[in-house]
């Protein structure tokens, strides 16, 4: 079946403009996440999406940083004002079930966006 | 204290060979364990999902220690295609998941 996907799929922007980064989860999958990875870097979670629950949002870095899950499904990671230390890869993922242990909390991977930010 | 640690390598290690890498976590609280892979400048793909039982899934065997509090990867009879940087996932008490930086393998023909 289709995997989640991303677009785009890279971005170059300058500095100080506005990117929104979208996120297509797998079609039943209730958990999706954003993540960033910086080259050669491990992965820095940023925010985690919960059915209808107050998403989880302690790993944005500021509050140039937002993100927006509409009906459940698709996702928005918008990023106001860029700067060049918001390079990196965003990565979305999803998970069909909730964390806890209970299985189907695995995490499937988008392709990522590449954001360079000149 | 980070979250999850691994030994970075790199691994290199000829065809055929049995390979073992280990992560520790630090929350003893921990619910959910994890194993992926990432090649370069690509996604991760799970690999495996680690149960306390140990479980295996062909030539990869993955075993859980909550007493010691660290998770294991096994690769028998090593394959070129399995290089890659593997990456240790926990899943802390709440929302958050936590990658460890990756162990990087590289098998020689």
């Known amino acids: 079946g289709a995997g989640v996907s991303q677009s785009p799929s890279n971005k170059v922007t300058e500095k100080g403009k506005d990117v929104e980064l979208r996120c297509d989860p797998i079609s039943g999958h209730t958990a999706l996440y954003w993540y960033r990875q910086s080259l050669g870097q491990g992965l820095e979670f940023l925010i985690y999406f919960q059915g209808n629950s107050a998403p989880d949002k302690s790993g944005l870095p500021s509050d140039r940083f937002s993100a927006e899950r509409t009906g459940g499904s698709v996702s928005t990671l918008t990023i106001q004002r860029t700067q060049q230390e918001d390079s990196a890869v965003y990565l979305c993922a999803s998970s069909l079930a909730p964390i806890g242990g209970g299985g189907g909390d695995e995490q499937y991977f988008g392709p990522g966006t590449r954001l360079t930010v000149t | 204290r980070k979250e999850v640690e691994q030994d970075p390598g790199p691994f290199n290690v000829p065809e055929g060979a049995t390979v073992a890498f280990n992560c520790t976590y630090s929350n003893s609280a921990s619910q959910s364990f994890f194993w992926y892979r990432q090649d370069c400048r690509k996604e991760p793909k799970l690999l495996m999902s680690v149960y306390s039982s140990g479980n295996e899934d062909g030539r990869f065997t993955a075993q859980l220690n909550r007493a010691s509090q660290y998770i294991s990867l096994l690769i028998r009879d090593s394959k070129l295609s399995d290089s890659a940087t593997y990456l240790c996932?926990?899943?802390?008490?709440?929302?958050?998941?936590?990658f460890g930086t990756g162990t990087s393998l590289t098998v020689i023909p």
């Open positions: 996932v926990v899943n802390k008490a709440g929302n958050q998941f936590y």
